[in-house]
C-alpha cells in the first residue's frame, strides 16, 4: 500500500491528498505554503489540535470542517458537528467518528465526546486519525487500512499502549504520531515500530 499521498506536519497534524481534494486533520503550526484545504477534521478543542489560525489560513469559501459539538460552538454554522458512532458521506468520502479519550488520565474524559476519525478516500482506502486517546475498547471493532496513532505517552497512549492497540486494529499500515512537539521523541516512533506486528512507516514531519 502506497501512503505517499499523506503528510506528516509534526504532532498530530495531517495532510491527505485525495485526487483533487485535500483533506487536513487536526492542522496546527502549519508553513505557510501549505495548500488550501477542502475539507478540515477537527478531532477536539485543545489548542494544539483546533487552531483558528491555521483554519482561517487554509480556508477557501468551499472548505467544509468537520468537529466535536464543543469545536462547532466556536467555529459556528461554517462546520459540522459529529458525535461518537456517527457516520456521514461527504462527496466521494465516506466519514466515520469514533470515541477518542483516556482510560486512566483525566485529559481527554470519555463525556466530552471528543473523536478519532476513520475516513474512506474515493479509491476505498480507510484511514484512521485516533486523536488523543487511549488504548480503548472500541479500537477492537475498527477496521482500517492506514492508522495514525499517538505513541508518547502522559496526554495518551504509551508507545507499548499503542502497539497493543495496533496489534487489535490490524492496520496495513501504522504512521506513529503525537511526539516531537510538546511530548515524546522519535524512540517513542522507534519503539512502536520495534513491537507492531505489521509495517511502521515513520513520516519526516513537513516543514
Not at 144 to 159: N, Q
Request: hydrophobic share 40%; with cysteine.
Amino acid at each position: 500500500m502506497d501512503v505517499e499521498n499523506i503528510f506528516w506536519y509534526g504532532h498530530d497534524s495531517f495532510r491527505i491528498d485525495d485526487k483533487d481534494k485535500t483533506i487536513y486533520i487536526d492542522p496546527w503550526k502549519l508553513p505557510a505554503d501549505a495548500p488550501k484545504a477542502d475539507y478540515i477534521f477537527i478531532t477536539h478543542d485543545h489548542y494544539d489540535h483546533f487552531s483558528s489560525d491555521d483554519i482561517i489560513r487554509l480556508s477557501k469559501h468551499v472548505t467544509r470542517i468537520f468537529c466535536p459539538r464543543d469545536v462547532f460552538k466556536k467555529v459556528g454554522e461554517s462546520a459540522t458537528a459529529l458525535a461518537p458512532g456517527e457516520k456521514i458521506v461527504v462527496d466521494e468520502l465516506k466519514v466515520e467518528a469514533v470515541p477518542a479519550y483516556n482510560i486512566d488520565k483525566k485529559f481527554h474524559p470519555k463525556e466530552n465526546n471528543w473523536l478519532g476519525f476513520i475516513i474512506t478516500l474515493s479509491d476505498n482506502t480507510r484511514v484512521y486519525h485516533a486523536g488523543d486517546t487511549d488504548f480503548i475498547p472500541e479500537m477492537s471493532g475498527f477496521q482500517t487500512d492506514v492508522a495514525l496513532l499517538p505513541v508518547s505517552g502522559t496526554y495518551v497512549m504509551t508507545a507499548s499502549e499503542a502497539v497493543e492497540a495496533a496489534n487489535v486494529i490490524k492496520p496495513e499500515i501504522a504512521i506513529p504520531m503525537h511526539y516531537g512537539d510538546i511530548v515524546g521523541d522519535d524512540n517513542d516512533a522507534l519503539k512502536f515500530k520495534q513491537g507492531f506486528s505489521g509495517e511502521t512507516v515513520i513520516k519526516s514531519p513537513l516543514k
